[in-house]
């Protein structure tokens, strides 16, 4: 059974402070990516990576950094946590495409709920 | 650049109601589809896909029509249960794109019994 984990389901954390969130997936993936969901917005995407230490910025990138170190292991880091920042994130993902006619399922943790003091 | 409109939500029904949620899309090129359905506590899980015009996705009793024409691809079931009350998420991935999906807003629906 396929699996994509998450260090934390809930999170409190205060203004300024640097946060975590890890995310592991035991599929050998090579595409990882994390989003941020938010009522009436959907997902949106933070930042993607597709191969080791490799990373591109989403569609809201600012705020956030990511690193990843080892294939299975993709981190979100908030250097200085907002109360804007407070959010459910998401963590998924997929394999790289063989040919150009494949579609990727990208397979979903179960959430982190940051809330931000 | 890309975007999926949804109906707006929540949607309430009761047992064995029919369900339609719409989804319309702004896209180069020919899409992907998808449908991602998340269930309370939980995170997002495929529902079904489409890749090409007039491609129909089923699953679990769900059926979606990729439709180039008016570029859509409205989520469907004939009859739901209480246990479908989840929150629903159309999305494509552009044929530009190998990795990206882009999201629409997701309808929460309930259902009743």
């Known amino acids: 059974d396929v699996k994509v984990t998450q260090s934390s389901r809930y999170l409190v954390k205060r203004t300024g402070e640097k946060v975590f969130l890890e995310c592991v997936q035991d599929?050998?993936?090579?595409?990882m990516f994390w989003y941020r969901q938010d009522p009436g917005l959907g997902l949106r995407l933070i930042y993607f990576s597709y191969d080791v230490k490799m990373k591109e910025k989403g569609d809201i990138p600012e705020g956030y950094s990511v690193s990843r170190e080892k294939k299975e292991r993709f981190s979100l880091i908030l250097e200085s946590a907002s109360t804007n920042q407070t959010s459910m994130y998401l963590c998924?993902?997929?394999?790289?495409?063989?040919?150009?006619?494949?579609?990727?399922?990208?397979?979903f943790g179960p959430g982190t709920r940051l809330t931000v003091t | 650049g890309n975007s999926v409109t949804q109906m707006e939500g929540p949607v309430t029904l009761s047992e064995e109601a029919f369900l339609t949620i719409n989804c319309t899309y702004t896209a180069t090129g020919y899409p992907s589809l998808f449908w991602y359905v998340q269930y309370p506590g939980e995170g997002l899980q495929l529902l079904l896909k489409?890749?090409?015009?007039?491609d129909k996705g089923s699953n679990k009793g769900f059926e979606a029509t990729y439709r180039k024409e008016t570029t859509s691809f409205h989520l469907e079931k004939g009859s739901v249960q209480v246990s479908d009350s989840a929150v629903y998420f159309c999305?494509?991935?552009?044929?530009?794109?190998?990795?990206?999906?882009?999201f629409g807003s997701g309808t929460q629906l309930t259902v009743l019994p």
């Open positions: 599929m050998d993936h090579e595409n």
């Open positions: 998924a993902s997929s394999p790289f495409p063989r040919t150009s006619g494949d579609h990727y399922e990208q397979y």
């Open positions: 999305a494509l991935r552009s044929s530009g794109s190998a990795r990206q999906l882009t």
């Open positions: 489409a890749t090409k015009a007039d």
